[in-house]
């Protein structure tokens, strides 16, 4: 894969959230969070999942909940490249991903 397909553009992502966490599947339509952690163990899975833009200090929002959820990964609050993008993905999948709350920033 070329680095530009695993790499962001600058600014894009923040540093990975500290403080507690919780399951994506866990928030609710229309809440904003950011990705703390993928909590995924297969090397594949954590590549596609960057690959869709879906990696640590990432901000997502919840579009629909349920199989499939569907995420809009918006980037970091510095990005200002207009990033935004709908991803599916399963509820198990959904319930690997941790994020944290705007305001655990």
């Known amino acids: ?14 540093e990975p959230p500290s403080g ?8 609710r339509s229309g ?10 163990d297969d090397p594949g899975d954590a590549a596609l999942l960057r690959a869709m833009g879906l990696r640590p200090g990432i901000r997502v929002k ?8 569907i995420l809009e990964v918006l980037g970091a609050e510095a990005c200002g490249c ?12 959904a319930s690997r991903v941790r994020v944290a709350s705007e305001m655990a920033r």
């Not at 507690?20 to 928030?27: E, V």
């Open 62 to 69: 919840v579009v629909r909940l349920g199989e499939p959820t």
């Open 20 to 27: 507690p966490t919780r399951p994506l599947d866990s928030m």
């Open 1 to 14: 894969m070329s680095e530009a397909l695993t790499t962001p553009p600058p600014g894009c992502v923040a």
């Open 82 to 93: 207009a990033c935004s993008s709908r991803i599916g993905l399963t509820k198990a999948l």
């Open 31 to 40: 809440e904003i969070s950011h990705v703390a952690a993928l909590g995924v």
